[in-house]
Structure formats: structure tokens, C-alpha cells
């Protein structure tokens, strides 16, 4: 490993490269390596792929990982034929895991659409091959409807935590980031897609600033129909989900805590600041194709067809430290850009919560990462340490 080509990059997510000199495509292969542990590719399977891919030619990503994933759906089938229902269901989670990597760098429209539905059904496949306690709800907004998981804790006293993704993320791909360890841990967990994550832009849904609304109706969900107990329900946001989190954190009543990795209150900071720091390097070399087929997809889901109406669309985007009394852990990675640090730091020493933490994760951890993609197990033990505690007080 060597130090990232992004280091002095306003949207810096790593602090070193790991495999692909293109920063986005390298971040987003480490985060395929970090959903080995709870079912993605492992590590042979995952540099497999890469020795397939050319390094920032989007293309060859997409090609690589779509036809590993049919590979795994092959494999899996197989053994369903011999009764190995476990191996199955393993194989199968791999095909969804390589399927949704695929989807990182295709392009919107019938690319992304048709790698987004081999993806919904190697999942649920899976869900229901390894025996998953696994239910699947659509909840209905703004005329549309946001879909989601919920998976119940052998425990119906377990405390329910909801976890929000960021900007590059799916509620299927939260169960590997967070979602299985949690329930492993003690918790029943659900996992939706707010506007603008998942496929729901192509609904016409996008990223929102009041996301404290999605995220209440949610909360109505888990307690109307799945029996989660006001008071005994955890929020969980990462990265872009940090403000989504954020918001809700000083809005919603029914929250024992909130965690965020990490806190995001102002995001239009970040999309200026990156924004005028693509135009400077475009003026010194080229972007590669990885780099402008991300901020295509960025674009589409903030709704937004330029850099312009990007920044004109999530100028109001802001968290108010002031509203937030509930618990609050705030988890900062130290691979993250000093806009990050500077952002999650002044929020956990503005909220006005009475119990609150801050959590630095440094290289030694292995957990530097953006969002602790490189040691999701580490992200799993600071939350379900800080929910312990919270509400082994309140029982």
C-alpha cells in the first residue's frame, strides 16, 4: 500500500491505495473486500476480478463484476440441484455482492437498471437460501415508495436499529456493511432506501434535505407493523447518511441514539469544495472515465443535470447541532478528508446532547477507511459497544 493519489482531495476517502491508482475505483474496490467477512467476495475472488479490470476504464469494471456475479448464480444453481442449500445461499449472496459492485461504475439508464435487477433477485434468493429472517416492505412516499428489509432478532425484546446509507449505497448492501453483524449482535435491524439511493432516482425520488421525513415515516413502519418499542430504536447513518441522521436526530421523539460514521451536517461544503477541486485538476490532466462516469451517477441522484444545479439543489442541505438532545456517537475515520474531520469534530462538540462520544479510528486500526470500509467488523463493534451501554441503562 502507498499513499492515496487522493490525499489532498476535499472528498478524500482513503488515505492510501490499496490497488487502483484510480482513487475512485480503488475506494470502491476496498469496499468490495470489506463485505468478504459477512458474504461478499472473498479475497481470491475479489483480485480475480480485478485482474480483469483496467484501471480507470469504468467499462472493464462493469464487465468484470456483472460476469462474476452470473458466474456465482451458475455455481449456486448447481448446487441447488445437489441439495447443498447452504453453499447455495453462500454462492448466491456472492452473486448479489459482485452484481452490486457492478452497478458502481454503469451507466444510468438500462445498464444500471438491468445489473440493479440481477442484483435484487440474487439477494433475496439468498435471504430466503440461507434462512435469513428476512421480511421485505415497500414503503409508500411522495407517490412512490422506498423499499427496505427488516430482520427480526430471535429476541422480540431485542432493541431495533435503523440503518441509513450514504450516497453510494443500497439497503441490500447495508446488510453486508452493518446489517448482519448487528443482528448477530443482538439487535433486529431494518435497511431502506431514502430518495436518491438505491434505484429509487430512477422513480424519480432524490436526495432530500428534510430527511427527517422519510426516516419518521420509516419509524412509523417498524412500530405500527414490525412491533419496535419507542424509546428502544437506534439510528444509524453513514457517510452522506450522516446527514440524513443528522436531521432526523433533531426531530424524531422515538430515538434512544443516534451513530453516525461520520457526522455530515453541511454536505453542500463538501460538493463545492469538490466541485471547484474537479475544475482545477481538469485544467492540469484529463479525468479518467471512472471519475466521470461517478459524477454522472452523483448528478442523477441528487437529481441534478450539471455541477451547477448540484450545488443549487443541496445548498440547504444543513443539520442544526442545536436541535440534537438524544445520545449521539459520532465515529470519524482518519483516512477521511480534513472536511470530513472538520465537520464531524464541530458537531460533536455543538450538539446539545448531555451524553455523547467521539470515536477517531486511526491507521492502526485498519478501520481508517471511509465509513470503516476497510474493517467493517470494527464499525459493528464501536456502534453495538455505544447501543450496549445505551440501553443496558435503560432496561
Known amino acids: 500500500m502507498e499513499l492515496s493519489t487522493a490525499r489532498h482531495r476535499p472528498d478524500q476517502r482513503l488515505a492510501r491505495r490499496y490497488h487502483f491508482n484510480d482513487p475512485d475505483m480503488d475506494l470502491f474496490f476496498t469496499a468490495a473486500l470489506g463485505w468478504g467477512p459477512t458474504g461478499g467476495l472473498d479475497i481470491g475472488q475479489a483480485f480475480y476480478v480485478a485482474s480483469h479490470i483496467s484501471d480507470g476504464a469504468p467499462d472493464t469494471w462493469v464487465r468484470a463484476f456483472g460476469d462474476y456475479g452470473d458466474a456465482q448464480n451458475t455455481q449456486a444453481d448447481a448446487w441447488t440441484l445437489r441439495g447443498w442449500k447452504r453453499a447455495a445461499g453462500e454462492a448466491r449472496l456472492k452473486a448479489f455482492a459482485s452484481y452490486r459492485s457492478a452497478w458502481q461504475f454503469a451507466m444510468p439508464g438500462a445498464q444500471f437498471a438491468g445489473l440493479y435487477a440481477r442484483h435484487q433477485t440474487a439477494f433475496a434468493t439468498a435471504m430466503r437460501e440461507l434462512d435469513m429472517p428476512a421480511t421485505f416492505f415497500n414503503l409508500p412516499y411522495a407517490g412512490k415508495s422506498l423499499p427496505g428489509m427488516f430482520l427480526q432478532h430471535a429476541n422480540p425484546a431485542a432493541p431495533t436499529v435503523l440503518v441509513i446509507g450514504g450516497a453510494d449505497t443500497c439497503f441490500e448492501d447495508l446488510f453486508l456493511t452493518l446489517g448482519r453483524n448487528l443482528l448477530e449482535r443482538g439487535y433486529s435491524v431494518a ?16 436526495w432530500e434535505r428534510e430527511a427527517e421525513r422519510p426516516i419518521s415515516l420509516a419509524i412509523d413502519l417498524l412500530v405500527e407493523r414490525f412491533n419496535a418499542v419507542p424509546g428502544r430504536i437506534a439510528l444509524i447513518g453513514l457517510s452522506l447518511g ?15 441514539t443516534v451513530v453516525a460514521s461520520t457526522p455530515f451536517p453541511d454536505p453542500a461544503q463538501m460538493f463545492a469544495l469538490s466541485v471547484r477541486s474537479a475544475t482545477e485538476r481538469a485544467t492540469e490532466h484529463a479525468p479518467s472515465e471512472a471519475a ?11 437529481g441534478a443535470a450539471d455541477a451547477a444545479e448540484l450545488l443549487a439543489r443541496t445548498a440547504a442541505m444543513v443539520a442544526d447541532p442545536n436541535r440534537v438532545t438524544v445520545p449521539f456517537l459520532s465515529i470519524l475515520a482518519g483516512g477521511d478528508s480534513p472536511v470530513f474531520a472538520g465537520q464531524a469534530r464541530h458537531w460533536h462538540e455543538s450538539i446539545a446532547s448531555m451524553r455523547k462520544s467521539f470515536v477517531l479510528l486511526d491507521e492502526s486500526t485498519g478501520a481508517d477507511g471511509h465509513v470503516q470500509l476497510n474493517n467493517r467488523l470494527r464499525l459493528a463493534q464501536e456502534c453495538c459497544g455505544w447501543m450496549d451501554d445505551i440501553f443496558g441503562d435503560a432496561s
Open 191 to 206: 435497511l431502506i432506501d431514502l430518495p436518491g439511493q438505491g434505484i429509487t432516482q430512477a422513480h424519480g425520488l432524490h
Open 242 to 256: 450522516g446527514y440524513f441522521v443528522a436531521r432526523a436526530a433533531g426531530y424524531e421523539t422515538r430515538l434512544a
Open 292 to 302: 466521470i462516469r461517478s459524477r454522472a451517477i452523483t448528478f442523477w441522484k441528487a
